[in-house]
């Protein structure tokens, strides 16, 4: 399977994953010059950005590796981004998850609060 269909396929699996554990889609790919975000969901008060990794490469070991600042940094201004364009979400908590999807055995690990804007 290539890249981007594995990639697509864990975005939409991590989509069902979210929707049955209580959140609300907002928007799939959002993209801006300065990044891309792949989910963007929301639980009661809280605006997640969250970051889809599929791979059978990472161990649980080394899931804190899987964004590097500046694809952090880069999340972090699109979310600026989608805060501007939809200021109905001004009010809400924000939240940047990070959900790790294995292509062996297709375990899914969410990872909440994986960095913080600072």
């Given at each position: 399977?290539?890249?981007?269909?594995?990639?697509?396929?864990?975005?939409?699996?991590?989509?069902?994953?979210?929707?049955?554990?209580?959140?609300?889609?907002?928007k799939r790919n959002f993209r801006r010059q300065c990044g891309e975000i792949d989910i963007i969901a929301k639980y009661n008060q809280t605006l997640?950005?969250?970051?889809?990794?599929?791979?059978?490469?990472?161990?649980?070991?080394?899931?804190?590796?899987?964004?590097?600042?500046?694809?952090?940094?880069?999340?972090?201004?699109?979310?600026?981004?989608?805060?501007?364009?939809?200021?109905?979400?001004?009010?809400?908590?924000?939240?940047?998850?990070?959900?790790?999807?294995?292509?062996?055995?297709?375990?899914?690990?969410?990872?909440?609060?994986?960095?913080?804007?600072?």
């Amino acid at each position: 399977m290539n890249r981007r269909k594995s990639g697509m396929r864990g975005e939409n699996r991590a989509s069902l994953f979210l929707i049955n554990d209580g959140f609300a889609i907002v928007k799939r790919n959002f993209r801006r010059q300065c990044g891309e975000i792949d989910i963007i969901a929301k639980y009661n008060q809280t605006l997640i950005f969250i970051e889809v990794k599929t791979s059978n490469v990472y161990s649980r070991d080394s899931l804190e590796y899987l964004v590097n600042d500046r694809k952090r940094r880069r999340i972090i201004n699109t979310s600026r981004y989608f805060l501007k364009e939809n200021p109905e979400y001004e009010d809400y908590n924000i939240q940047y998850d990070i959900i790790f999807i294995s292509q062996q055995d297709e375990e899914i690990i969410h990872i909440k609060n994986a960095f913080y804007e600072v």
